[in-house]
C-alpha cells in the first residue's frame, strides 16, 4: 500500500509497501459514512466528492479534484476506478519511480469509501500538472503542426518518457493524444506530458486506430501487456495526428479502420492524401511499420534526433492469394481477413474444411506450406477430442489462428489476447456474464495451440504454458477451493475477492477480508457461513497457509463441520497476521453455532460451552472460541460419558425386555411369584419358631 505522510502537496511522494496489517488498518479505518462529500485515502488525501474534473477523465474512471489533508490547495486528482475492471495496481510503484516531467505524477493509490456507489473503490492520486488534452477525439481532424514545434513539443518529451518507461521494463499501453495534455504552469506549458495508465487493464482504454493491426483485433479488456514496441507505434500515429491537418479514417469503425490498415498499411491508412517530406516522412514510416521486427526502437529514434540517416527497411506484405476463397457471399484474397470473419457463418466453415475448399485455397491461390502445416495440425487437434459438444466452435478458433497466427484467440463471441485473458475472466465474472467460454478455451488447450503457432512472440511461453496447464487441474477438481474460481485468482493476481458475501467492500488481501467481514457483522441480512467457494479460492492463492489445512472440514457434508472449518480458517489468518481483536466476526460465530452444539451430548456441557462462547465472544479472539469448540480432551470425555450411558440404557431395556416378557405369562409368573413369596413368609415364620423356642429354652436355663 502506498501512503502520503507529508502535509505539503509538493513533498508528497510515494512510499515502500506497508506491512499487511498496517495497510488493512488504514485502508479500512475511514467511517463510511453515506453522505460524506470527502473520501479520505489513508488518512492523508482528501478527495473531493462533489467537484469532478471531466477534462482529466479516463473513460469509465471519473476524475475528482483531490488535496492533502489540512491542506486548502487543491493540487491534485484522483481517478477513481470501477470494481468490474481490474487497474494495474501492481505496477503502482514501479510507475512512481519513473523521475520524467514528461509523465503525470503519480502520489498515491489505494483504497476508499466512495460516498456515491456506497462502497469501496480502488483509486489512483496524481498531481494535477495538466493542461487540456491535445485532441478530444480520435475521430478529429489533424492538429496541422509544423515538424518543428512537434520536435520540441512533442517528439523529444515523448521519446524521454518512453525511455523511462523502458528503462523499468513497463509498458503504458494509452499513448495517444486525448491522454496527452499541455503542460500546466507548473512546468512552463511548453512541452506535452503524457497521462495515466494505471487505473483500467492494459489498454483498455486506447482507441482502436493506436493499436497495431493484431492488437486491434482484441476485446478492449483483453488485449495484454503489450510490448514497447506498440507503444512506439501508438507513439507514430499521434505523432502523425498531431501533424496531419485532415482525417482520411474519419466516419469509419473500429473494424474498417482495422481493414484499412491491412489494406493500405498504417502509414497509408493514416495519412491518406497528405504528404509528408524529409526527415519527418523517414520517421513517420519508422514508427508505423506493421511488421514489428521492422519497426524503429527507441535506439533508432534517438539516432534520428541527433541527425543521422537511417536506412529505410523493406516492410514485409501481408499475404495476399491469386485467387479469391468466397466465404459467406464475401471474396477474400487475404488469409488474415478470412481469419478475422469465421465466426460469421459456422455451418459454412464446416463446408469450408470437410470439403477440402481451405485447404486448397491455402496451397493453390495462396501458395503458402507454412499456412498449410498450421491448418492441417489445427485440424488435427480438434479431431482428437471427438465431435462432440463444441467442437466446431474449437475447430474454428484453432482455423482462425492457423491463418493469423498473431491476431489474438476468437472463440465464439470473445477475441483475447492470451496475456488479456485474465482480465476478461474477472470481468466476466463481477459482471454476471457467462464463463463458460472461459472454461472452454481452458479445456481446449487454444492457449497453447494459440503459443505453438507463434513464430516471433514477445510473450513468457513458458510461465503461459504452466499457467493455463495448471488451470486444467483446477477445473477437473470440483471441490471448493478450486473450479473456475481458482483460475479467476491463479491468473489474475490483482483482481479483488469478488464473492457476493464481500459486496461492498475492495478485498485484495486476507487481512482485509477480515476487516470487510467485521463491517459485515453488523448487517441483518449477512449470511450464514463466512466462506464460499470464491473466497476459498481467494484465501488458497494468497497463502495456502491460511485455509488448505481445513479443505477437509470446509467439503465436509456436516454442517457442524463446515462451520468449524470456517472458523478455522478465520482464526488463523487472525493469529498469523497478528490483527485486532474482531468482535463483531465473533458475535456472529456465536449465532451460528447452534449445529456445532448438538454435536454434544451432555445437555450440561452444552450449556457450559455455550456460555464460555458467550464471554469470549466479547474479546473479539477467535483463536480462543476456536480453542474451546476444537478441544479433543472434552469432545473425548463427552464421547466416552454417552457411550456409558448409552450402555447403561441398554442394559436397563434388557431388564425390561425381561420383566414385559414374564408379565405377559400371568400363569408362569404367578407360580414362580407364589413360590418365591411362600418361600420368604416360610423362611421368616421359621426364624420366629426358632427365636420362640430359643427363648423359651434360654428362660428356663436362667431359672434353674
Same mark, same amino acid.
Given at each position: 500500500m502506498m501512503t502520503e505522510h507529508n /502535509?505539503?502537496?509538493?513533498?508528497?511522494?510515494?512510499?515502500?509497501?506497508?506491512?499487511?496489517?498496517q495497510s488493512v488498518k488504514r485502508s479500512h479505518a475511514s467511517g463510511r459514512n453515506k453522505l460524506s462529500v470527502i473520501a479520505v485515502l489513508d488518512g492523508d488525501i482528501e478527495i473531493l466528492v462533489e467537484k469532478r474534473l471531466k477534462h482529466l477523465d479516463r473513460g469509465i474512471s471519473k476524475a475528482y479534484s483531490a488535496r492533502a489533508r489540512g491542506s486548502t490547495n487543491e493540487t491534485l486528482f484522483a481517478l477513481v476506478c470501477e470494481n468490474h475492471l481490474v487497474p494495474r495496481s501492481s505496477l503502482a510503484k514501479k510507475?512512481?519511480?519513473?523521475?520524467?516531467?514528461g509523465l503525470v505524477s503519480l502520489v498515491s493509490a489505494g483504497v476508499v469509501y466512495w460516498?456515491?456507489?456506497? +462502497?469501496?473503490?480502488?483509486?489512483?492520486?496524481?498531481?494535477?500538472?495538466?493542461?487540456?488534452?491535445?485532441?478530444?477525439?480520435?475521430?478529429e481532424d489533424g492538429l496541422g503542426w509544423k515538424p518543428e514545434k512537434a520536435m520540441k513539443v512533442f517528439i523529444e518529451p515523448m521519446v524521454r518518457t518512453l525511455s523511462g518507461l523502458r528503462n523499468i521494463?513497463?509498458?503504458?499501453?494509452?499513448?495517444?493524444?486525448?491522454?496527452?495534455?499541455? +503542460?500546466? !504552469?507548473?512546468?512552463?506549458?511548453?512541452?506535452?506530458?503524457?497521462?495515466?495508465?494505471?487505473?483500467?487493464?492494459?489498454?483498455?482504454?486506447?482507441?482502436?486506430v493506436f493499436e497495431t493491426i493484431?492488437?486491434?483485433? !482484441?476485446?478492449?479488456?483483453? /488485449?495484454?501487456? +503489450?510490448?514497447?514496441?506498440?507503444?512506439?507505434?501508438?507513439?507514430?500515429?499521434?505523432?502523425?495526428?498531431?501533424?496531419? $491537418?485532415?482525417?482520411?479514417?474519419?466516419?469509419?469503425?473500429?473494424?474498417?479502420? %482495422?481493414?484499412?490498415?491491412?489494406?493500405?498499411?498504417?502509414?497509408?491508412?493514416?495519412?491518406?492524401?497528405e504528404r509528408f517530406t524529409g526527415a519527418i516522412l523517414e520517421l513517420l514510416r519508422g514508427l508505423l511499420y506493421d511488421e514489428r521486427t521492422q519497426r524503429w526502437t527507441l535506439e533508432e529514434i534517438e539516432s534520428w534526433m541527433d541527425g543521422q540517416r537511417l536506412s529505410p527497411k523493406q516492410s514485409a506484405k501481408k499475404k495476399k492469394a491469386s485467387r479469391p476463397l468466397v466465404f459467406n457471399n464475401e471474396r477474400y484474397l487475404r488469409?488474415?481477413?478470412?481469419?478475422?470473419?469465421?465466426?460469421?457463418? $459456422?455451418?459454412?466453415?464446416?463446408?469450408?474444411?470437410?470439403?477440402?475448399?481451405?485447404?486448397?485455397?491455402?496451397?493453390?491461390?495462396?501458395?503458402?506450406?507454412?499456412?498449410?502445416?498450421?491448418?492441417?495440425?489445427?485440424?488435427?487437434?480438434? $479431431? /482428437?477430442?471427438?465431435?462432440?459438444?463444441?467442437?466446431?466452435? /474449437?475447430? %474454428?478458433?484453432?482455423?482462425?489462428?492457423?491463418l493469423d497466427p498473431e491476431a489474438p484467440i476468437r472463440f465464439k463471441n470473445l477475441c483475447l489476447h492470451p496475456e488479456g485473458i485474465p482480465y476478461a475472466l474477472a470481468e466476466a465474472y463481477i459482471l454476471k456474464r457467462d464463463i463458460m467460454p472461459y472454461v472452454e478455451i481452458i479445456n481446449h488447450q487454444l492457449v497453447m495451440f494459440w503459443l505453438t503457432m507463434q513464430q516471433d512472440v514477445k510473450v513468457d511461453v513458458g510461465n503461459l504454458n504452466s499457467k493455463f496447464d495448471s488451470c486444467r487441474a483446477f477445473l477437473r477438481q470440483t471441490t471448493i477451493g478450486y473450479g473456475i474460481e481458482r483460475c479467476l485468482y491463479f491468473l489474475c493476481p490483482e483482481s479483488p475477492c469478488v464473492s457476493?458475501?464481500?459486496?461492498?467492500?475492495?478485498?485484495?488481501?486476507?487481512?482485509?477480508?477480515?476487516?470487510?467481514?467485521?463491517?459485515?457483522?453488523?448487517?441483518?441480512?449477512?449470511?450464514?457461513?463466512?466462506?464460499?467457494?470464491?473466497? !476459498? !479460492?481467494?484465501?488458497?492463492?494468497?497463502?495456502?497457509?491460511?485455509?488448505?489445512?481445513?479443505?477437509?472440514?470446509?467439503?465436509?457434508?456436516e454442517i457442524y463441520t463446515k462451520i468449524l472449518g470456517n472458523i478455522k480458517v478465520l482464526a488463523t489468518i487472525q493469529k498469523r497476521s497478528r490483527l485486532e481483536p474482531f468482535p463483531g466476526i465473533a458475535s456472529w460465530i456465536a449465532e451460528i453455532l447452534e449445529p456445532?452444539?448438538?454435536?454434544?451430548?451432555?445437555?450440561?456441557?452444552?450449556?457450559?460451552?455455550?456460555?464460555?462462547?458467550?464471554?469470549?465472544?466479547?474479546?473479539?479472539?477467535?483463536?480462543?472460541?476456536?480453542?474451546?469448540l476444537d478441544d479433543s480432551e472434552e469432545r473425548r470425555r463427552d464421547f466416552y460419558g454417552f457411550r456409558a450411558a448409552m450402555e447403561e440404557y441398554r442394559d436397563l431395556g434388557i431388564e425390561n425386555t425381561e420383566l414385559v416378557h414374564r408379565l405377559g405369562k400371568p400363569e408362569i409368573y404367578s407360580k414362580e411369584t407364589g413360590q418365591e413369596v411362600a418361600a420368604v413368609v416360610s423362611g421368616f415364620l421359621a426364624a420366629i419358631v426358632i427365636l420362640v423356642f430359643a427363648f423359651i429354652h434360654f428362660s428356663k436355663a436362667g431359672g434353674f
Open positions: /502535509q505539503d502537496p509538493e513533498d508528497l511522494s510515494v512510499d515502500d509497501e506497508e506491512s499487511a496489517a510507475y512512481a519511480g519513473i523521475m520524467s516531467p460516498p456515491p456507489a456506497q +462502497g469501496e473503490r480502488y483509486v489512483f492520486v496524481y498531481r494535477n500538472t495538466l493542461g487540456q488534452p491535445l485532441m478530444k477525439g480520435a475521430g521494463e513497463m509498458v503504458h499501453g494509452c499513448i495517444n493524444p486525448m491522454n496527452i495534455f499541455e +503542460g500546466g !504552469a507548473d512546468e512552463g506549458g511548453s512541452q506535452v506530458i503524457l497521462g495515466e495508465c494505471l487505473s483500467t487493464p492494459p489498454s483498455y482504454l486506447q482507441p482502436k493484431e492488437r486491434a483485433q !482484441a476485446d478492449a479488456v483483453a /488485449q495484454g501487456r +503489450g510490448t514497447l514496441e506498440d507503444d512506439i507505434y501508438a507513439f507514430g500515429v499521434s505523432l502523425t495526428m498531431i501533424l496531419r $491537418q485532415k482525417n482520411p479514417l474519419a466516419g469509419l469503425d473500429d473494424d474498417a479502420i %482495422i481493414r484499412e490498415k491491412i489494406e493500405l498499411g498504417s502509414y497509408g491508412a493514416l495519412t491518406g492524401k488469409p488474415i481477413l478470412l481469419a478475422m470473419d469465421l465466426n460469421k457463418n $459456422q455451418g459454412e466453415v464446416a463446408s469450408l474444411i470437410e470439403s477440402d475448399t481451405l485447404e486448397q485455397w491455402v496451397i493453390r491461390s495462396l501458395e503458402d506450406t507454412r499456412c498449410k502445416e498450421r491448418l492441417d495440425l489445427a485440424i488435427e487437434q480438434a $479431431q /482428437q477430442g471427438g465431435r462432440g459438444s463444441g467442437y466446431w466452435e /474449437q475447430l %474454428i478458433s484453432r482455423v482462425s489462428v492457423a457476493d458475501r464481500l459486496a461492498g467492500y475492495y478485498v485484495r488481501s486476507p487481512e482485509e477480508m477480515m476487516l470487510a467481514f467485521e463491517g459485515i457483522s453488523e448487517s441483518t441480512d449477512k449470511p450464514k457461513l463466512f466462506l464460499d467457494r470464491n473466497i !476459498a !479460492a481467494f484465501l488458497s492463492i494468497k497463502d495456502r497457509r491460511n485455509i488448505d489445512p481445513f479443505f477437509p472440514e470446509l467439503n465436509a457434508p456445532v452444539y448438538e454435536r454434544y451430548h451432555d445437555r450440561e456441557l452444552r450449556v457450559d460451552i455455550r456460555k464460555r462462547i458467550e464471554k469470549l465472544k466479547k474479546t473479539g479472539d477467535l483463536t480462543k472460541i476456536m480453542t474451546v
